[in-house]
């Protein structure tokens, strides 16, 4: 059974650090991995989604990144800002098209 | 453009009360899904939906029921609440059940059962 993982829980940094967000799968048969951002009190935004035939998918400063023989993906966050501040969540797309989540890492942008 | 619409926002229930959480989007999505999220878990999908008059179970359906009449609303109703139902809710939509279509998802209910 996929199980998806994200360490640490809970990261600050300060703002213009760049930064990587570590997501890892226990089954690499994975059709694709997507990554959400969760602001308090509202939905999950989609940020970015690698499909399993791709290394890497770019949205202005956020790389994300799919290494599916090792079993992991990371979401690179360049030159942060205080308005990063959010819970980031990944996701594991299995064989009957259902996610697989991590609970989320907490990330702090201290101004 | 509303995009997924839930409601209510918050809701405090008794043991063994009834009620609906109402989901409504207007993409013309035929898939549209429950999740709850549980704090240190991830996402679980309660029950999802591939089209109007159409609907499955998903990892944890146990407590709930569901039905889609129109491609635009899918109610999560509790028939007995309990505790264990503490939760938030989401519901989210997509164009269709691909695995490369993007999901939207609604703002969320917060969910107490005492």
């Known amino acids: 059974k996929q199980e998806v993982t994200q360490i640490p829980a809970a990261l600050s940094v300060p703002e213009g650090e760049n930064l990587v967000l570590n997501c890892s799968f226990t089954?690499?048969?994975?059709?694709?991995l997507q990554w959400f951002r969760q602001d308090p009190g509202k939905g999950l935004t989609s940020l970015l989604l690698?499909?399993?035939s791709q290394r890497e998918q770019t949205s202005g400063r956020l790389n994300a990144s799919l290494d599916k023989s090792s079993g992991r993906s990371t979401l690179y966050i360049a030159a942060s800002q205080p308005g990063d501040s959010a819970t980031y969540l990944c996701?594991?797309?299995?064989?009957?098209?259902?996610?697989?989540w991590g609970a989320g890492t907490k990330l702090i942008i201290k101004p | 453009n509303a995009g997924v619409t839930q409601t209510p926002k918050f809701q405090v229930l008794k043991t063994g009360q009834s009620m609906t959480l109402q989901c409504a989007q207007d993409?013309?999505?035929?898939?549209m899904s429950w999740y709850r999220q549980d704090p240190g878990m991830g996402l679980r999908l309660i029950h999802y939906?591939?089209?109007?008059?159409?609907?499955d179970q998903g990892e944890v359906p146990n407590g709930y029921n569901v039905s889609r009449s129109t491609t635009e609303d899918f109610p999560l109703r509790l028939l007995s609440a309990a505790p264990s139902q503490t939760s938030v809710y989401f519901c989210?939509?997509?164009?269709?059940?691909?695995?490369?279509?993007?999901?939207?998802f609604g703002s969320g209910t917060q969910l107490s059962v005492l």
């Open positions: 089954d690499s048969a994975i059709y694709n």
């Open positions: 993409m013309n999505h035929e898939y």
């Open positions: 939906s591939v089209g109007a008059g159409i609907t």
């Open positions: 690698i499909q399993s």
């Open positions: 996701a594991a797309a299995d064989s009957n098209y259902q996610l697989i």
């Open positions: 989210a939509s997509s164009y269709a059940r691909g695995v490369n279509e993007k999901l939207f």
